[in-house]
């Protein structure tokens, strides 16, 4: 699988992984439920899933959440790395429709971009989360379900502003299709 990819995406991997880790380890916002955070990092993930793709998302994901968690808590909690593998393979894959190299993030983007990862989150974190937290550690249910909850709803307003606006900043940097123009 990694043989078939870019170097450009594997650098963005590795760039993206480690990004995720500081921004896992120092830009969060505790939000009062044990072990639930408003996190930035998810973000800059949905940012480089659309950038680079499904696999990238899912890697960036996978290696920067296990990261995370062993530099914060001594151990990998891998119900919720899965779901962060989750949420950047699915946001890659069903927003390749938005070509960022073009130049275009208007509003039919940022509306797309945003339908797609709401209801990404709201599979992931409110659904196989907790599910996976239960299967995976026996945890008790009320506990996992509100854990979820938390971190759906803090990831969803977490990726629709700070992920929309890295998207719009992005978009300004690349030329718009169509628009070198030939002199007469």
């Given at each position: 699988?990694?043989?078939?990819?870019?170097?450009k995406?594997?650098?963005?991997?590795?760039?993206g992984?480690?990004?995720?880790?500081?921004?896992?380890?120092?830009?969060?916002?505790?939000?009062?439920?044990?072990?639930?955070?408003?996190?930035?990092?998810?973000?800059?993930?949905?940012?480089?899933?659309?950038?680079?793709?499904?696999?990238?998302?899912?890697?960036?994901?996978?290696?920067?959440?296990?990261?995370?968690?062993?530099?914060?808590?001594?151990?990998?909690?891998?119900?919720?790395?899965?779901?962060?593998?989750?949420?950047?393979?699915?946001?890659?894959?069903?927003?390749?429709?938005?070509?960022?190299?073009?130049?275009?993030?208007?509003?039919?983007?940022?509306?797309?971009?945003?339908?797609?990862?709401?209801?990404?989150?709201?599979?992931?974190?409110?659904?196989?989360?907790?599910?996976?937290?239960?299967?995976?550690?026996?945890?008790?249910?009320n506990?996992?379900?509100?854990?979820?909850?938390?971190?759906?709803?803090?990831?969803?307003?977490?990726?629709?502003?700070?992920?929309?606006?890295?998207?719009?900043?992005?978009?300004?940097?690349?030329?718009?299709?169509?628009?070198?123009?030939?002199?007469?």
């Amino acid at each position: 699988m990694l043989g078939k990819l870019s170097i450009k995406t594997i650098v963005a991997i590795g760039i993206g992984a480690a990004v995720y880790v500081i921004l896992g380890r120092f830009v969060t916002i505790p939000t009062g439920i044990p072990n639930t955070n408003i996190e930035t990092a998810i973000a800059f993930l949905a940012f480089m899933s659309v950038l680079f793709g499904p696999i990238a998302g899912g890697l960036i994901g996978l290696i920067g959440h296990a990261l995370k968690d062993v530099l914060m808590w001594g151990s990998i909690w891998w119900s919720w790395v899965l779901v962060s593998l989750f949420v950047g393979f699915f946001i890659g894959l069903l927003v390749k429709r938005i070509r960022m190299e073009d130049g275009e993030f208007g509003v039919k983007q940022i509306v797309t971009f945003n339908v797609v990862q709401v209801c990404v989150q709201i599979v992931g974190w409110f659904i196989l989360a907790p599910l996976l937290d239960i299967i995976i550690y026996a945890e008790p249910a009320n506990k996992v379900f509100t854990q979820g909850a938390v971190a759906g709803i803090s990831n969803i307003i977490s990726v629709g502003v700070i992920g929309t606006l890295l998207l719009i900043a992005y978009a300004k940097t690349r030329s718009k299709g169509n628009s070198l123009s030939k002199e007469v």
